[in-house]
């Protein structure tokens, strides 16, 4: 069941002296309990559409629905209550540099004018599970990056929101820590059930944790499925440069440096860590040559694209097809 609805969305920004289109035709339906991404360059339009997703910014045209309410119809107060079901967290954390960690968290509970003794007992709740019950006194300024998006998190949990907005919420922060918030999102997700959107340039944070994604392009949604089939074969140009990287659109390169017939493997985390180049190199008995590699392990799955020049005997080719058929390894031919 989809508890977003977004129809036919347009945002146009005007000045005195222009208009600026920001998004066009977006139709996307997030479910519950998913963890849903939306990617895309800077500029794509990503911040803006999850601003409208819980109207912070309302759409020049198209709809908005949150459990199949029509946020543009509802009255103010209706409006609040909606908000509280959806909580955000951003990529510079927000947090109120005069409050301790505890008051930080505690913050939207004031605001909602739940029962003091209530919402201490929820604060702890909530910096046990992000596990900070030893900052709860400590202040911001005292807090690494990652405690303070922790911090950023636990406030967001604080009215048990359905919904959990995250914008770029860990690109300022390193690999490392990176990883231990997606692993804390996870979490989340399938503790709390709470459905997660994550707004990122980062194609790894989609690859780590998210179930589908939508990719943003020039204000339009271009390409949208599971994480899997759109790794898989990416039909975009954008697409296929967030995914390949560096070997994006480069067949005619591969083509011209080789004139021989070219494969471009993809991984999509189906496959396990075998060595599969080498093992068909020993099953057939030929040789391949390696042009671009580019793959990582996740949660012991591959995931990336290699490219290889096969030997000119067909009947050899013929042989590494039928053992990448085998393996149901999804691949083609560089045009």
């Known amino acids: 069941m989809a508890i977003i609805k977004i129809r036919n969305l347009k945002k146009v920004f005007k000045s005195q002296t222009d208009s600026i289109l920001a998004l066009q035709d977006i139709n996307i339906s997030i479910n519950e309990g ?7 360059l800077s500029g794509a339009g990503k911040s803006t559409l999850v601003r409208m997703i819980n109207y912070l910014e309302k759409p ?68 046990k599970l992000v596990d900070l019950e030893n900052k709860a006194n400590a202040y911001p300024s005292q807090l690494s990056g990652g405690q303070k998006q922790r911090v950023a998190i636990a406030r967001a949990l ?23 918030i997606l692993d804390l999102l996870k979490r989340i997700n ?34 949208m499925g599971s994480v899997k089939e759109v790794f898989k074969a990416p039909k975009s140009d954008i697409g296929k440069r967030l995914i390949f990287g560096a070997a994006e659109n480069r067949e005619e390169e591969f083509r011209k440096e080789t004139n021989k017939t070219c494969l471009r493997l993809a991984f999509d985390g189906t496959a ?12 057939t008995g030929h040789p391949v040559s390696i042009l671009y590699a580019n793959t990582r392990l996740i949660n012991g799955n591959s995931f990336g694209q290699i490219v290889i020049e096969l030997p000119d005997d067909k009947m050899v080719q013929l042989k590494m097809k039928e053992f990448l058929d085998k393996r149901q390894l999804t691949y083609w031919e560089v045009e």
């Open 190 to 223: 399938r503790e709390l059930g709470v459905t997660i959107v994550i707004i990122t340039h980062q194609m790894n944070v989609i690859e780590s944790v998210c179930d589908r994604v939508a990719i943003l392009d020039q204000s339009r949604v271009v390409e």
């Open 272 to 283: 396990t860590n075998e060595p599969t180049i080498a093992n068909m190199v020993l099953e």
């Open 158 to 180: 604080a009215t048990n929101p359905k919904v959990l907005l995250c914008d770029e919420a860990t690109s300022a922060l390193d690999p490392k820590t990176t990883a231990q």
């Open 60 to 127: 020049t045209e198209g709809e908005v629905y949150f459990e199949d309410k029509d946020l543009s119809v509802l009255k103010d107060a209706e409006l609040r209550n909606v908000r509280r079901k959806i909580g955000m967290i951003f990529q510079s954390f927000n947090l109120l540099e005069q409050r301790s960690v505890m008051k930080n968290v505690l913050f939207p509970l004031e605001i909602s004018g739940v029962d003091n003794k209530k919402a201490m007992e929820r604060v702890k709740e909530l910096l």
């Open 34 to 40: 998913e963890i849903f991404g939306i990617i895309g």
